[in-house]
């Protein structure tokens, strides 16, 4: 299965790491590091995120890393990171 992140995951993955960056460097660096990994985990049980109904025509999950929710969608051999966000976050 390949791995593949879409800009806005990109995008989102670069604002948690400005924003601990400013606090804690190494903490920023961890939980980057941290989220990187996490589709690399998935890919092993591609269906253990819980699905997402609202997307009807798609499956889109979303998986717990820690306080971080990551969505991704399941298309043939791709598994495509949509976004991360931390669980506090107002979306």
Known sequence: MEIKWTHRAISDLSRRHEFLASVNPQAAAQTVQSLTKAPTRIIHQPRIGERLDEFTTREVRRF??????????????TLYVLRIWHTREHR
């Open 64 to 77: 717990l890393i820690g306080h971080y929710e990551m969505r991704y969608d399941l298309t043939g051999n």
